[in-house]
């Protein structure tokens, strides 16, 4: 869901069926159900690699020389050189 921006730096490998969701919805149900909505960036450091199947969510950074596991989650930021693997 491409209503932001997504950045992605020099480098990066993005494995197939990586979803990349900025839209985002309030947690709040009289204010969803009203069709409030938002969307946030998402950035993507360079050299990074993404593995098959994964999903970032809205507004997370993914730092520089990061590896995200296949089938992965990320529903927040992950630092310059981490690893994130799995579901929260």
Known sequence: L?????RLGDGVLVGPGV????ATHPLE???RASGEESALP?????NA?????AIVCPGVTIGKDSVIGAG???????????LAVGNP
């Open 29 to 31: 149900p009289l204010r």
């Open 72 to 82: 992965s989650v990320v529903t927040r930021d992950v630092p310059p050189g981490g």
């Open 49 to 53: 690699w993404i593995g098959g199947g």
């Open 19 to 22: 979803h990349f969701y900025t």
């Open 2 to 6: 491409d209503c932001n921006v997504v």
């Open 42 to 46: 998402i950035t993507i450091g360079d």
